[in-house]
């Protein structure tokens, strides 16, 4: 997840009749416009013109990322869209763009093991829940931990959550060495359970494929909604998920540098 992640230009009045436009351009133009409507700071995120991750072939109901202090700033939450240019990859050039989908939800990481909390989750948490977004809570397991102690850390943390925020997300990702899977198992039930219990709400369990594959207990598979973490590939091979992270190479318009990118279905 975000543990390994990362001027405005001054505007320029253009007369029209010194403006030329190649007839390429004026259509991606025109698309853009009639898919955009309701973007007031889409004109302010950072052009790029290179391509970033294609969308995988399988059917969506919604995108969204997830985000940490990792993640290099401003986050232009009005302007946030994912952009597709005619090969399906990932774009921040308006000209190159075919399709447009908005982000529709964001991930936040909250806490990690039992005592850090993320310097940017305040804001960014504040930020998202002023806009049309769905955000959600996120905190980076430590299996040498305790899971209730860290799941109490998440709760104070995070604080009350509003009826349309996301269930709260336990990111397990890594093993200590010398633990065995059936501690990591163990403490991780803990931190669920204990997080549900807080909230009346099961939690996501994100995960990379082979942990769901090769380490996680059916306790855990069968009773959380799981979110897969899988590159590269046209579908996870762990089929029984709602969310996939298929990349965290991707070119988000409204955010200055590539970040990780989910569906839902």
Not at 116 to 134: H, L, S
Not at 142 to 170: C, E, K, M, N, Y
Request: proline fraction near 6%.
């Amino acid at each position: 997840m975000a543990q390994n992640k990362k001027d405005t230009r001054k505007k320029r009045r253009v007369r029209k009749r010194k403006l030329k436009v190649p007839p390429a351009a004026a259509v991606a133009a025109a698309l853009l416009l009639a898919l955009a409507v309701g973007l007031p700071l889409l004109r302010h995120a950072r052009p790029a013109g290179d391509t970033g991750a294609a969308l995988p072939p399988v059917q969506f109901q919604a995108l969204g990322i997830d985000i940490s202090h990792n993640n290099e700033g401003p986050v232009l939450w009005d302007s946030l869209r994912v952009m597709v240019d005619r090969a399906g990859r990932t774009v921040r050039d308006l000209e190159k763009a075919r399709k447009v989908y908005p982000v529709k939800f964001v991930f936040i990481k909250a806490t990690e093991g039992v005592s850090m909390r993320d310097p940017k989750f305040k804001t960014y948490w504040a930020e998202a829940g002023e806009r049309d977004i769905q955000r959600g809570a996120y905190h980076f397991f430590r299996t040498s931990r305790d899971g209730a102690v860290q799941a109490r850390h998440f709760i104070a943390t995070v604080g009350q959550l509003r009826h349309d925020d996301l269930p709260p997300v336990l990111d397990l990702e890594t093993i200590h060495r010398g633990c065995t899977y059936k501690l990591l198992n163990e403490r991780a039930l803990q931190w669920l359970k204990e997080v549900e219990k807080h909230y009346g709400r099961k939690p996501i369990v994100y995960t990379p494929d082979s942990f769901a594959r090769d380490i996680l207990c059916d306790e855990i598979k069968d009773n959380y909604t799981i979110w897969i973490a899988h590159y590269g590939v046209d579908s996870p091979i762990h089929g029984g998920w709602t969310y996939w992270q298929f990349t965290d190479r991707a070119l988000i318009y409204g955010m200055p540098e590539p970040v990780d990118l989910s569906i839902r279905r």
